[in-house]
């Protein structure tokens, strides 16, 4: 009896389901590059190297380990370009009895397995995903057992379930679940911000890179010194370099931002962590270690570990609580093209230029940049959420559907109408000011409310506020903001107003083709 087992790219785990239980010489690994996967958006250059050579990497680990790999590359003249094709000729090749496969992260790549069946003529079997600590269904059993979705109390679930930073009674280290309080520093004046580890491309990886210039080469983003892990092995040494070197302050800083500093504290291990080179509990098990040893603050144990086995997991079982439906919400109406300098970074304004530039230079920017500057300005001025949420994959190497769409249209862009987030995510140029130094370099004045010299964040967060009053006026949380704009004078919002509409009108819309 022989089984045909794909894995895809974000599948790259040894501790994978479909794996277990099954012995070498009864199954074939199927591993497949195939264009539909890289042009569905087209994907920053470095996204693309990163999955291919991680694939490459794995599938000569299998094959080190006894198993037999039917693996397809993208440029092989007969491959067909997409998954259901590609399995079809395997089929062919193969004649297996059935199909194992571990569920897929993405809706559109649920849609496709779910006509296999029909389509090919074997049975195939789906298997939970379990390298993630919460279940789909689980999430659903969840979440229909509350009146409100609430991260905070799905996140105290997951440390009881595993123990983490947890102590003999059953209470959390330190008495508190949630530290997040501690961790909104500004940057300190001279501190020194040590890298990620990065890893010299070897063969494989230079074979990967120079298909993607061939193939890719008016993609978004830069390629040249690629050093992201492509392998268990260097994506753990990449996590014992973070712990070791940045994690110990991550906490305190982890909201800060500095120009020309595109690292800080934080880990850039997520592109792993979504390949599948790391599990989430590995990883979050490390900084718990770390913590009883001593070696780092509760402080920082706890805000990187919330991201891990609270954030990280929510969002996933958010994705399939509401998909299809929240792939197309617009609760705010949003409609202007995204801004042309998204995909340039020809702006004025430090803050986004900075962003943009390194999400160019290495497809990433930190979690702060993608929410209060990107996200924050995109949903001021009113872009369409679906722009946003393009770019968004596009653009970063942590990017899969099942983590970025809710992130975007859920949290950054309110376009879900507050399912995820209770209340938009809209800041002036006051947060921004005091989280960075960007404001003292930059072009325009923090501090000045209108005009063209003022800053334009300034004027687009009251006039968003304005636009939306009647959905938000009501919301506890944001009673204390109307409060503010109660007290202005006519004169002082109409300013507010009319500067905000200047500065829109100024907005050159991204060309088309750059997204899909």
């Not at 792993?272 to 979050?284: D, I, K, S």
């Not at 000011?433 to 063209?452: A, E, L, T």
Request: neutral net charge.
């Amino acid at each position: 009896m022989t089984i045909l087992i794909p894995v895809l790219g974000d599948q790259l785990s040894h501790s994978l389901a479909s794996l277990r239980d099954v012995g070498p010489s009864g199954a074939i690994v199927l591993m497949m590059e195939v264009a539909e996967e890289t042009t569905y958006v087209r994907h920053h250059k470095r996204k693309i190297a990163l999955i291919l050579s991680a694939m490459r990497h794995f599938a000569r680990e299998l094959c080190d380990a006894g198993w037999t790999v039917d693996y397809v590359r993208l440029d092989d003249p007969a491959n067909c370009g997409s998954f259901t094709g590609e399995v079809m000729r395997a089929v062919d090749r193969h004649r297996p009895e059935s199909i194992r496969i571990v569920e897929p992260g993405e809706w559109r790549v649920k849609t496709e397995i779910d006509g296999w069946t029909s389509r090919i003529g074997i049975p195939v079997e789906v298997i939970a995903d379990d390298r993630f600590i919460c279940g789909i269904l689980e999430f659903q059993t969840w979440a229909q057992s509350r009146n409100g979705l609430m991260m905070e109390y799905f996140y105290r679930d997951m440390r009881r379930r595993t123990g983490l930073l947890m102590d003999a009674d059953g209470k959390p280290e330190g008495g508190q679940w949630n530290l997040d309080k501690e961790n909104r520093a500004p940057p300190k004046c001279g501190m020194k911000y040590p890298e990620p580890l990065h890893f010299a491309p070897d063969e494989t990886t230079g074979e990967v890179m120079a298909l993607v210039v061939n193939r890719f080469a008016d993609h978004f983003g830069r390629l040249e010194k690629f050093g992201l892990p492509v392998t268990t092995v260097q994506a753990h040494a990449a996590l014992d370099h973070f712990i070791k070197t940045a994690l110990s302050d991550f906490g305190t800083y982890q909201d800060a931002m500095v120009t020309g500093q595109d690292w800080l504290f934080h880990s850039w291990l997520s592109p792993a962590l979504n390949t599948g080179l790391l599990t989430p509990l590995e990883v979050a098990q490390a900084a718990a270690d770390a913590y009883a040893a001593g070696r780092v603050p509760l402080n920082a144990a706890e805000g990187f570990i919330r991201q891990i086995i609270g954030w990280r997991e929510y969002v996933r079982g958010y994705y399939w609580l509401e998909m299809p439906a929240v792939a197309n919400a617009n609760a705010l109406g949003a409609t202007r093209p995204l801004p042309e300098f998204y995909w340039t970074g020809e702006t004025d304004m430090l803050c986004m230029a900075e962003a943009v530039r390194n999400t160019r230079d290495h497809a990433y920017a930190h979690h702060i940049q993608r929410l209060m500057v990107l996200g924050n300005f995109a949903m001021l001025a009113g872009v369409r959420p679906q722009d946003v949420a393009d770019w968004f994959l596009v653009a970063y190497a942590d990017a899969y559907e099942w983590v970025e769409l809710p992130n975007v249209i859920g949290m950054s862009q309110h376009a879900d109408g507050g399912r995820l987030a209770t209340k938009p995510y809209a800041a002036g140029g006051a947060y921004i000011n005091r989280m960075s130094d960007h404001c003292g370099r930059c072009r325009y004045d923090v501090k000045q409310k209108v005009g063209p010299n003022a800053c334009p964040f300034n004027a687009l967060y009251w006039d968003f506020l304005a636009r939306h009053e009647r959905r938000f006026r009501r919301n506890r949380r944001m009673m204390k903001i109307y409060a503010s704009w109660d007290r202005m004078d006519q004169a002082t919002r109409e300013a507010y107003r009319t500067s905000a509409s200047s500065y829109l009108e100024t907005l050159q819309p991204a060309a088309d083709g750059w997204a899909r």
